[in-house]
């Protein structure tokens, strides 16, 4: 069972942590029927071998099934701090609030908290646009956890609203904030304001100074956001966080779109790829392995 959720009926449904349930459990139950079966409760317990090191907790187990080579997390080494970083600016309320790349991330954001909870992690919760709206503390408890679930199902419930993105500035705030060296896990479509991307990468690199890892997942509607594939036929189009419309036909503009935006998405590949940030790409129409499998190899990767 592949992780998959219709977004169209997730409001239907209104449990964030039942659905986040269904999820990671699906998951799981797909990593059993591969190659990796046996080994998929154990992944976030386990790391990679580094050559060198002692051989002396190899897990040989988990090598028969997978042909590589892992060594057994102790308590010291498997407390891991983690900070969910949630963009709920304007544009991740398309293409339609109820069923978009905030209802993705919503649901993202809730199955890797509910597989943080399973391995006793400590978790927190930040939602942004322009300024930091809601920033939970960092535990592992239980009932906080179901906190955090409880406030992904709010914001699920929360009509779009109209306002712009800083995410430079939200993250040199938490750089500064976060003082215990964490996983900082960003879902956000990273439509920050051009002429700030500088600032973007500046305050990216700020959390990797202060020895934060740093997992992106880019959230976008990659049909419509990167590919352009609209119908021929007149449109208005809207900027999500000014309201100002545009009316055009998609072959009018499709190429220069698609240049701009290439470039655009080359640049932060790159630059991420500098500073040692995992930078993965999130297509909503692709479903959530995506999420758990990139959360779990970059968890695994960590000491």
């Given at each position: 069972?592949?992780?998959?959720?219709?977004?169209?009926?997730?409001?239907?449904?209104?449990?964030?942590?039942f659905?986040?349930?269904?999820?990671?459990?699906?998951?799981?139950t797909?990593?059993?029927?591969?190659?990796?079966?046996?080994f998929?409760?154990?992944?976030?317990?386990?790391?990679?071998?580094?050559?060198g090191?002692?051989?002396?907790?190899?897990?040989?187990?988990?090598?028969?099934k997978?042909?590589?080579?892992?060594?057994?997390?102790?308590?010291?080494?498997?407390?891991?701090?983690?900070?969910?970083?949630?963009?709920?600016?304007?544009?991740?309320?398309?293409?339609?609030?109820?069923?978009g790349?905030?209802?993705?991330?919503?649901?993202?954001?809730?199955?890797?908290?509910y597989?943080?909870?399973?391995?006793?992690?400590?978790?927190?919760?930040?939602?942004?646009?322009?300024?930091?709206?809601l920033?939970?503390?960092?535990?592992s408890?239980?009932?906080?956890?179901h906190?955090i679930?409880?406030?992904l199902?709010?914001?699920?419930?929360?009509?779009?609203?109209?306002?712009?993105?800083?995410?430079?500035?939200?993250?040199?705030?938490l750089?500064?904030?976060?003082?215990?060296?964490?996983?900082?896990?960003?879902?956000?479509?990273?439509?920050?304001?051009?002429?700030e991307?500088?600032?973007?990468?500046?305050?990216?690199?700020?959390?990797?100074?202060?020895?934060?890892?740093v997992?992106?997942?880019?959230v976008?509607d990659k049909?419509t956001e990167?590919?352009?594939?609209?119908?021929?036929r007149?449109?208005?189009?809207?900027?999500?966080?000014?309201?100002?419309?545009?009316?055009?036909?998609?072959?009018?503009?499709?190429?220069?779109?698609?240049?701009?935006?290439?470039?655009?998405?080359?640049e932060?590949?790159?630059r991420?790829g500098?500073?040692?940030?995992d930078?993965?790409?999130?297509?909503?129409?692709q479903?959530?392995?995506?999420i758990?499998?990139?959360?779990l190899?970059?968890?695994?990767?960590?000491?």
């Amino acid at each position: 069972m592949a992780a998959q959720i219709d977004l169209l009926k997730v409001r239907e449904y209104g449990n964030v942590e039942f659905l986040a349930r269904q999820l990671v459990e699906g998951f799981i139950t797909g990593l059993h029927k591969s190659p990796f079966h046996g080994f998929s409760v154990e992944f976030a317990e386990h790391r990679l071998y580094n050559t060198g090191e002692s051989t002396r907790y190899i897990d040989w187990k988990v090598y028969a099934k997978t042909e590589r080579l892992f060594v057994k997390r102790f308590e010291e080494e498997t407390n891991l701090r983690c900070h969910l970083l949630l963009d709920t600016s304007s544009t991740m309320y398309y293409p339609e609030p109820g069923y978009g790349k905030i209802t993705f991330s919503i649901l993202a954001a809730a199955s890797i908290a509910y597989l943080l909870q399973r391995q006793k992690d400590a978790v927190s919760l930040t939602t942004f646009a322009e300024n930091i709206d809601l920033q939970t503390q960092t535990k592992s408890t239980p009932s906080h956890v179901h906190k955090i679930f409880q406030q992904l199902n709010s914001l699920l419930q929360q009509p779009a609203p109209l306002r712009r993105t800083s995410a430079a500035e939200v993250i040199h705030q938490l750089a500064e904030k976060i003082n215990k060296r964490s996983l900082v896990v960003i879902f956000s479509d990273m439509f920050e304001n051009v002429s700030e991307v500088d600032h973007l990468f500046s305050a990216l690199q700020h959390l990797r100074h202060n020895l934060h890892e740093v997992l992106i997942f880019h959230v976008t509607d990659k049909k419509t956001e990167e590919d352009f594939a609209f119908d021929e036929r007149p449109y208005e189009f809207i900027d999500l966080e000014t309201g100002e419309k545009v009316k055009v036909q998609p072959n009018q503009v499709r190429g220069n779109y698609q240049q701009a935006v290439k470039s655009f998405y080359h640049e932060l590949k790159l630059r991420c790829g500098q500073y040692r940030i995992d930078f993965i790409e999130a297509d909503i129409a692709q479903g959530f392995d995506q999420i758990l499998t990139g959360y779990l190899v970059k968890r695994t990767k960590m000491k």
